[in-house]
């Protein structure tokens, strides 16, 4: 399947997380730290696996080498407030707060990759490799998200 309609399948399903998320009160410490534990982990392994598939092949073409790297750049932004959401309790008013901020950056992030970066990807490469892409890039998902599920256990 085409690489942009894999991820945007996956992103939709965090926008529905975050949405959840953004809808609790600070009395839902239980659904909050569930459903960000799952949201932080889905996201981390999402961000590997582009940056393994999507960006390199973004990278080797002259026309789309800044969007690559311009992901890149979003995803350390978008992992170091998850790194602080999760040193943070989920009951402390700051937390929400911070979730929605970062709800928002995620938002824009993944609107520009089924957007414009999309739309640049779709002119400049062969349907059949964004299609074989798409297969790599599933496959790396799934394999980097049972690794972090595997270890968050051992600990
Ligand atoms: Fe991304
Ligand atoms: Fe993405």
């Known amino acids: 399947m085409d690489i942009f309609k894999e991820i945007k399948k996956e992103h939709d399903e965090f926008k529905k997380m975050a949405k959840k998320i953004n809808a609790t009160t ?62 943070l309790a989920v009951d402390d008013e700051t937390w929400i707060v911070k979730f929605k901020v970062f709800s928002e950056i995620m938002e824009k992030h993944t609107d ?21 892409l798409g297969d790599q890039f599933e496959e790396e998902d799934k394999k980097i998200a049972k690794q972090l599920k595997n270890k968050k256990q051992v600990k």
Do not use: C, W, Y
């Open 26 to 87: 600070k009395r839902a410490i239980k659904t909050r730290t569930n459903s960000f534990a799952k949201l932080k982990l889905e996201l981390t392994a999402h961000h590997q696996a582009e940056e393994e598939v999507l960006v390199p092949a973004l990278k080797e073409n002259k026309a789309t080498r800044k969007m690559g790297l311009e992901i890149i750049e979003e995803h350390r932004i978008l992992d170091k407030l998850m790194a602080e959401l999760q040193s």
């Open 112 to 132: 520009e990759e089924e957007n414009e970066i999309s739309k640049k990807a779709h002119g400049e490469f062969k349907q059949k490799k964004l299609d074989k």
